[in-house]
């Protein structure tokens, strides 16, 4: 199936898909959603509440529990976010950010929708033959890091066949790729302390820090039920992985200055020149009892919250979005973004003068992914487009959307989205292709105009 086939519309209906929801929560306790359970082995000899190396040479304890700075339960429904002062301007100019080139002539090309997805999704670049949450960075040098959540490499062409990591890396030259584990096939990033399928970490959004470093933040999960991304994971604490970008060694693994899991900062970043905004979800997908056993928590998954971080310093302190202006304090934090009933993952890129949302509202449960911009890392944001997305199968789902750091060459939003199959056992392990990976193409119209009548403008 085309993967660039899609829908546009200008709003979604008021309650669409809430038949599909009841369906499939009626199936959801029979079936495998997005996990990696126990067909995969566990590891031996490793176990919860190891200590993870620093820089230095002391150490830091993984935390088995964490405690969270105090902040109010917000109920979804309780929060208004207010509207956009800001209207859409026709016609459409695009802003076009330019993609990267490879640094090795034999390399060039790659970075389109069309390629990605030969490389991505057809194809199992660097080896990855299955793998979700697809997440790049622009590095200095101009290759791209893509990070993956539940990777399958090598094998003999099924799930089953290939290695199995929590986490993992692959550096994009162009079309050339090179994989990035951990010792013993192990996840790159806390592979040495983690219990496969017990206690690991998946990978968030990065940013460069001032020492040149790459900032990988990264979300601890555990689950006592040891089914890895099934009922009982929750996740626990925000980490930041230290990267030398030479080598991609991991030279530091430490708790984020605010480590708390409601919400989640670093779930998404955009900067500018003066700070990065750290977007906050809980992604708690797994830990709401009261609904089919394993869903979204939602009292908080609709929910998305920002704070800002000086430019190069992950390590400093954040300031928190109000809703009136920026605090020191945590449970000031207001909503920038409230959408769905299960889940509101939104992912934010700054292009041009422009913040980009995308948003795949609940996640699993539906096929829409809404794309917003706004002028200021805060918002408000308005909608721009509704687009409807295809599964690759009859018996697949999509889920988790991210605008990539670059454009098509007409300015076409370029957006990576995560595919599996609603029974992964039975639908995906032996055909890998299902749980890859796929690009799309949405032209857009990315300008917008003030009430006031001052256009805002970026080419």
């Not at 495998?32 to 000899?45: H, N, Q, Y």
């Not at 089919?292 to 992950?314: M, Q, S």
């Not at 700054?350 to 918002?379: C, F, N, P, Q």
């Not at 939003?413 to 995560?418: H, N």
Request: glycine letters at 10%; hydrophobic letters at 40%.
């Amino acid at each position: 199936m085309d993967r660039n086939t899609f829908r546009v519309r200008r709003s979604s209906p008021a309650g669409r898909g809430q038949l599909n929801r009841l369906v499939v929560a009626a199936l959801a306790s029979a079936i495998v959603v997005v996990a990696v359970v126990a067909l995969s082995p566990t590891a031996e000899g490793r176990a919860d509440g190891v200590q993870l190396p620093a820089t230095s040479q002391e150490v830091v304890d993984a935390p088995a529990a964490v405690e969270l700075p105090a902040k109010p339960v917000v109920a979804a429904t309780d929060v208004p976010i207010e509207p956009a002062d800001i209207v859409l301007s026709e016609p459409a100019v695009g802003v076009v950010v330019d993609a990267p080139r490879a640094t090795r002539p034999e390399c060039a090309g790659g970075y389109s929708a069309e390629e990605l997805n030969a490389e991505l999704h057809v194809g199992a670049a660097g080896g990855v033959v299955g793998a979700d949450y697809a997440r790049s960075q622009v590095l200095p040098d101009g290759r791209v890091l893509w990070v993956f959540q539940d990777v399958f490499i090598g094998g003999t062409g099924t799930l089953g066949s290939a290695s199995f990591s929590h986490n993992a890396g692959l550096v994009q030259d162009g079309t050339c790729f090179e994989v990035l584990q951990g010792k013993r096939g192990h996840s790159w990033i806390g592979g040495d302390v983690e219990h496969e399928l017990h206690h690991w970490f998946w990978p968030l959004d990065s940013v460069i820090d001032a020492n040149g470093l790459l900032a990988q933040f990264v979300v601890e999960f555990r689950n006592p039920n040891g089914t890895g991304a099934f009922a009982g994971a929750e996740p626990v604490a925000v980490w930041v992985a230290s990267i030398d970008l030479d080598t991609f060694e991991v030279v530091d693994l430490r708790p984020a200055p605010d480590f708390g899991d409601r919400p989640l900062y670093g779930f998404s970043i955009a900067s500018d020149d003066t700070y990065h905004y750290l977007y906050g979800n809980c992604y708690r997908q797994f830990a709401d009892p009261g609904f089919a056993g394993f869903l979204h928590d939602t009292d908080c998954g609709p929910l998305t919250y920002v704070a800002r971080v000086p430019v190069g310093h992950p390590e400093a302190s954040p300031e928190y979005w109000s809703g009136t202006g920026w605090s020191s304090v945590r449970a000031d934090a207001a909503p920038v973004s409230q959408k769905g009933t299960f889940a509101n993952p939104v992912q934010v890129r700054r292009l041009g003068d422009l913040y980009v949302s995308v948003t795949k509202v609940d996640d699993w449960w539906e096929d829409s992914v809404v794309v917003e911009v706004a002028t200021s890392a805060e918002g408000p944001f308005v909608e721009l487009r509704t687009i409807d997305v295809l599964p690759v199968c009859d018996v697949c789902n999509t889920y988790f959307a991210q605008p990539l750091p670059w454009t098509g060459a007409d300015g076409s939003l370029l957006i990576a989205i995560s595919n599996n199959a609603w029974n992964m056992g039975r639908d995906a392990y032996p055909h890998p292709e299902r749980y890859r990976p796929s690009v799309l193409s949405i032209p857009l119209t990315l300008e917008v105009e003030n009430s006031g009548g001052g256009r805002v403008e970026s080419r």
